[in-house]
T-cell receptor, first 112, second 113 residues
Framework: DAKTTQPPSMDCAEGRAANLPCNHS???????VYWYRQIHSQGPQYIIH???NNETNEMASLIITEDRKSSTLILPHATLRDTAVYYC?????????????FGKGTTLSVSS | DGGITQSPKYLFRKEGQNVTLSCEQN?????MYWYRQDPGQGLRLIYY???????QKGDIAEGYSVSREKKESFPLTVTSAQKNPTAFYLC????????????FGQGTRLTVV
């Protein structure tokens, strides 16, 4: 799997957009970008994934640069419940026989 | 409800004892995984299984063992050979290993005293 680099921590005011960056400069053409988050003492939760086009769902938006070397997860209106560790992972979709590999992620703290 | 269940949530054991952590899923997923998480760290892969009666070592398999006799169940045994067993253990499943939208259980916090 390609290596990802994320800032260890970020702060965000409640109601504002939270923009979480991820660098993946060695990403291969067939590798997707996945985002998970982990609220304290719970199991990680899938958020979103994409290949090269921007993606949006009910939880977040994913913006991938044209060269695919970096991406940004956007939580449009952060709430206190969005305080969590956010993991950016790159992996090929049809990569049989392997598992998701997590780094240390970014700890997002949302405050009122 | 469909989901993945880990039990118990908290587990205490004496040093030198083997302990087995339970993981059950009713999602009809072929693939299942075990991760370990230490304070302030990311998840590290212990073992994973692509299908019944098959499993592969992850990055930190030493001192652990697993079995996959049934599709729904993937128990993890922490043996006395594991030097630092105290940790938060997470089980996950996905339809296949190709599908990376994995579903996680709520974890078991193991404390060895």
């Amino acid at each position: 799997d390609a290596k990802t680099t994320q800032p260890p921590s970020m702060d965000c005011a409640e109601g504002r957009a939270a923009n979480l960056p991820c660098n993946h400069s060695t990403i291969s053409g067939n590798e997707y970008v996945y985002w998970y988050r982990q609220i304290h003492s719970q199991g990680p939760q899938y958020i979103i994934h994409g290949l090269k086009n921007n993606e949006t769902n009910e939880m977040a938006s994913l913006i991938i640069t044209e060269d695919r070397k970096s991406s940004t997860l956007i939580l449009p209106h952060a709430t206190l419940r969005d305080t969590a560790v956010y993991y950016c992972i790159v992996r090929a979709l049809n990569q049989a026989g392997t598992a998701l590999i997590f780094g240390k992620g970014t700890t997002l703290s949302v405050s009122s | 409800d469909g989901g993945i269940t880990q039990s118990p949530k908290y587990l205490f054991r004496k040093e030198g004892q083997n302990v087995t952590l339970s993981c059950e899923q009713n999602l009809n997923h072929d693939a299942m995984y075990w991760y370990r998480q230490d304070p302030g760290q990311g998840l590290r892969l212990i073992y994973y299984s692509q299908i019944v009666n098959d499993f592969q070592k992850g990055d930190i398999a030493e001192g652990y063992s697993v079995s996959r006799e049934k599709k729904e169940s993937f128990p993890l045994t922490v043996t006395s050979a594991q030097k630092n067993p105290t940790a938060f253990y997470l089980c996950a499943s996905s339809p296949t290993t190709e599908n990376t939208e994995a579903f996680f259980g709520q974890g078991t916090r193991l404390t060895v005293v």
